[in-house]
């Protein structure tokens, strides 16, 4: 069995014996039990987007990494959603030429032993930045709000971005605790709402400037982007798949490879399209889950219900302005 297919079926195994059965529980829940993501962080899993010397579970190519964020959003896309915010400070790290950041960061982030959040969003989306960064002597201040910043008090780090007054994007790795520099105010949302998921205002922040991991034009940032999407659609896969297991063998099990494999095949000029597919996928998936089921698909805490909530969730989460008008014609068009 070759190391990828070893990594796939642990997946599996966490997602089906672990992950699945407590679904329910930690959709009612307050929070993501930090046993599921100590479960993940021993199996190697913090380490997917990282070095081979790091983690056992480091995936040899995209294909792997994007199939096994959708086997564990299968399980618990709570759980998923907490997990995979971690992997891109895992690949900024990796990436940095900045001195001393691939090596006080990598391996204990690889390992799990540091955990990330991610609050880009607010600096990256086109229009004004909502967080901005000022240069003074020794690093830089942040200021403004970032919000959709999920897994507060389960991590320990934020993998930040902030524009300055050149239109350069200031990416950092900072503490993930309140002060009186940064504050949290809790946001309330339809699905995964134990992920833990907060605004985060910054009034001067101070970041060192030995924790900025890279700067880079806003503009080069946006012309890159795209090809940042195929890890999202990965989730939306990942509920289609335990809709189509509950519902059993039929039509819909074809419908998901084909869309995982225009993920996967699709440019940066198609990844938009693709990701929208998917998005649509999973509303479809949770909507003949929901026929399937009949009339109990109506009470709370069962997985009909869950997963009809988390499709609507996956309609907006990660959007972008061509996936929102794509999915605006799916819909449109039936």
Not at 288 to 302: C, D, K, N, P
């Amino acid at each position: 069995m070759s190391n990828s297919a070893k990594v796939l079926d642990r997946a599996e195994r966490i997602a089906d014996e672990v992950l699945f059965p407590a679904a329910e529980t930690v959709d009612a829940g307050e929070t993501v039990p930090t046993s599921h993501l100590d479960l993940l962080a021993a199996e190697g899993f913090y380490g997917v987007a990282g070095p081979p010397h790091f983690s056992e579970a480091s995936a040899e190519d995209t294909a792997t990494a994007a199939r096994v964020m959708e086997i564990i959003a299968s399980g618990c896309l709570t759980t998923a959603f907490v997990w995979a915010q971690h992997h891109s400070a895992v690949m900024a790290a990796t990436h940095s030429q900045r001195p001393g950041i691939a090596q006080e960061w990598l391996e204990p982030l690889c390992r799990g032993e540091r955990r990330a959040g991610l609050a880009i969003i607010a600096a990256t989306r086109p229009g004004p930045p909502a967080v901005r960064a000022e240069p003074v002597d020794g690093g830089w201040l942040l200021h403004g709000d970032a919000p959709w910043v999920t897994g507060w008090g389960l991590v320990d780090t934020l993998f930040t971005a902030a524009r300055d007054a050149s239109d350069t994007l200031v990416w950092s790795l900072i503490d993930a605790r309140e002060s009186d520099t940064l504050s949290v105010t809790p946001v309330d949302m339809v699905a995964v709402a134990a992920s833990r998921t907060v605004q985060v205002t910054f009034t001067g922040h101070f970041v060192p400037e030995r924790r900025v991991t890279g700067t880079v034009p806003h503009e080069v940032y946006l012309q890159r982007d795209p090809a940042t999407l195929r890890f999202n659609g990965s989730l939306p896969l990942g509920v289609a798949t335990r809709c189509a297991r509950l519902i059993g063998p039929g039509p819909l099990d074809a419908a998901i490879d084909r869309c995982r494999a225009d993920l996967d095949a699709a440019g940066p000029a198609e990844l938009p399209a693709a990701r929208a597919a998917a998005a649509a996928l999973a509303l479809r998936a949770a909507g003949l889950l929901a026929t399937t089921t009949g009339s109990a698909a109506v009470l709370r805490h069962r997985p009909a219900e869950r997963l009809m909530r988390e499709a609507l969730f996956l309609l907006v989460f990660g959007t972008r302005p061509a996936i929102r008008a794509d999915l605006l014609d799916r819909l449109h068009r039936g």
